[in-house]
């Protein structure tokens, strides 16, 4: 790999990158995986909308997660309850891109895949549990929703990478159940909110995963390992 090759991919990736950050300041949603039904869409160009889309998610998490802790969290008596333990801590994940690169990509993809699936759940029961919590901001309530609807999207788009590039690789994804979910119920609004903030930064946490495996993948499979 030329140093020009490795100064390309990396451009690359910080272009994406920007275009993400100033589609969450504006408020701009970004482009669907499949435009006006049409999904002939280069492996290429799949990689860079579904990286900018996992991105767009991370964002998301992380201003509700701050959000979030704004408006309950304020003693530190109640962070000293907070469970550091996450569901998907059990699934085996490269700890950085050093380690990611090690990883045969059709492996990576459906890491990703498990990831990006076990959301679905824990994204509803975090809407419900949200909208049941006395005087809970709309601002919280509506990003917990949009980032729902853009990770079906985001969904898709793993799922269109794993049919082009590895077909052979679909359906070895591992769904994982989140056990914690029910206390999201409770009447307790202590416990519920303690949960609920465990939820958000777990899901946080997965989706920072899901983005830097992407990015890893866009350059191994999309740019001809010019990471």
Not at 145 to 156: A, G, R, S, Y
Not at 194 to 216: A, E, M, P, Q, W
């Amino acid at each position: 790999m030329t140093m020009n090759s490795q100064g390309s991919a990396q451009k690359g990736t910080l272009l994406l990158l920007l275009i993400s950050n100033l589609l969450f300041c504006q408020n701009v949603q970004p482009l669907p995986i499949c435009s006006a039904g049409d999904c002939q869409t280069s492996l290429r160009e799949l990689f860079d909308r579904v990286v900018i889309l996992s991105h767009y998610i991370h964002t998301l998490y992380t201003d509700m997660f701050i959000e979030f802790d704004k408006q309950y969290v304020q003693d530190r008596e109640f962070m000293v309850k907070v469970i550091n333990d996450c569901p998907t801590s059990s699934l085996a994940t490269p700890e950085d891109k050093e380690q990611a690169l090690k990883v045969p990509p059709e492996v990576l993809l459906n890491l990703i895949l498990s990831l990006v699936q076990s959301s679905s759940d824990p994204l509803f029961q975090l809407i419900t549990g949200v909208g049941g919590i006395q005087e809970a901001p709309e601002y919280i309530l509506s990003r917990a929703k949009e980032i729902e609807e853009q990770n079906k999207q985001l969904l898709e788009g793993v799922e269109k990478i794993i049919s082009q590039a590895y077909p052979e690789a679909k359906g070895n994804g591992i769904y994982f159940v989140w056990s914690q979910l029910p206390s999201l119920q409770g009447v307790d609004e202590e416990s519920k909110i303690l949960s609920l903030r465990n939820t958000i930064r777990c899901l946080r946490r997965d989706s920072h995963k899901v983005d830097n495996f992407l990015k890893v993948l866009r350059c191994q499979i999309a740019h001809q390992n010019n990471c």
